[in-house]
């Protein structure tokens, strides 16, 4: 179990994109099924947001994380 634990961030941290992009897509969902029940909620919600914190870590995260280091703050500020 522990190896498990060690092993989980080898893809990439996927943990900033369920963050910022599980909750519009939770209110998406209800907004087009209101009457959607509690465990098609949770499913349907983990379908969109995982692929989509995916896509934002290759695509978005780690190239800007990368650059962090080389650009620097503009010293009058």
Same mark, same amino acid.
């Given at each position: 179990? /522990? +190896?498990r634990l060690h092993?989980?961030?080898k893809y990439g941290d996927f943990s900033?994109? $369920? *963050? =910022?992009?599980?909750?519009?897509?939770q209110q998406t969902i209800v907004? *087009? $099924?209101p009457s959607i +029940? =509690?465990?098609?909620? =949770?499913? /349907? &919600?983990f379908a969109f947001t995982i692929p #989509? #914190?995916? /896509? &934002?870590w290759y695509l978005i995260e780690r190239h800007a /994380? #990368? @650059? @962090?280091?080389k650009i620097r703050a503009d010293k009058d500020l």
């Open positions: 179990p /522990l +190896e092993n989980f961030g900033f994109g $369920m *963050f =910022i992009y599980g909750y519009p897509i907004h *087009f $099924m +029940e =509690i465990w098609q909620f =949770i499913i /349907l &919600s #989509a #914190a995916v /896509l &934002s /994380l #990368a @650059k @962090k280091d």
